[in-house]
């Protein structure tokens, strides 16, 4: 049975961190992104990994305060996301994949995996 288990949101202040994690389990696995979705809007992108590669991507309004990684032995996808801004605030998705999509990574259909999400909420 594929599992995704998300964890770690809650409710920051601007310019705080968290930490999510993503944990995996059922099959395996190549790519695992990061989604998000604010109430009224659509569900964004906003990073993935090619599990055991090097390889990530990113939203450009998270590039250079989240990032990425990953825990092989464990199974387990992190975003760390740092300087939040009241923007951030949504509920958070982890996707996963037997392929990993280059050029659209960030398209949600893409995933046929999906976890429960997390609430992070960031106030000014």
């Known amino acids: 049975q594929v599992q995704l288990v998300e964890s770690g949101g809650g409710s920051v202040q601007a310019g705080g961190s968290l930490r999510l994690s993503c944990t995996v389990s059922?099959?395996?696995?190549?790519?695992v992104a990061w989604f998000r979705q604010a109430p009224g809007s659509e569900r964004e992108g906003v990073a993935a990994?090619?599990?055991?590669?090097?390889?990530?991507n990113y939203a450009a309004a998270v590039t250079g305060r989240f990032t990425i990684s990953e825990d092989r032995g464990r199974n387990t996808v992190y975003l760390q996301m740092n300087s939040l801004k009241p923007e951030d605030s949504a509920m958070y998705y982890c996707?996963?994949?037997?392929?990993?999509?280059?050029?659209?990574?960030?398209?949600?259909?893409?995933?046929?995996?999906w976890g429960q999400g997390t609430q992070v909420t960031v106030s000014a």
């Open positions: 059922g099959f395996a696995y190549v790519s």
């Open positions: 996707a996963a994949d037997r392929s990993f999509w280059w050029g659209s990574w960030a398209s949600p259909g893409r995933y046929n995996y």
């Open positions: 990994i090619f599990t055991g590669t090097v390889h990530t």
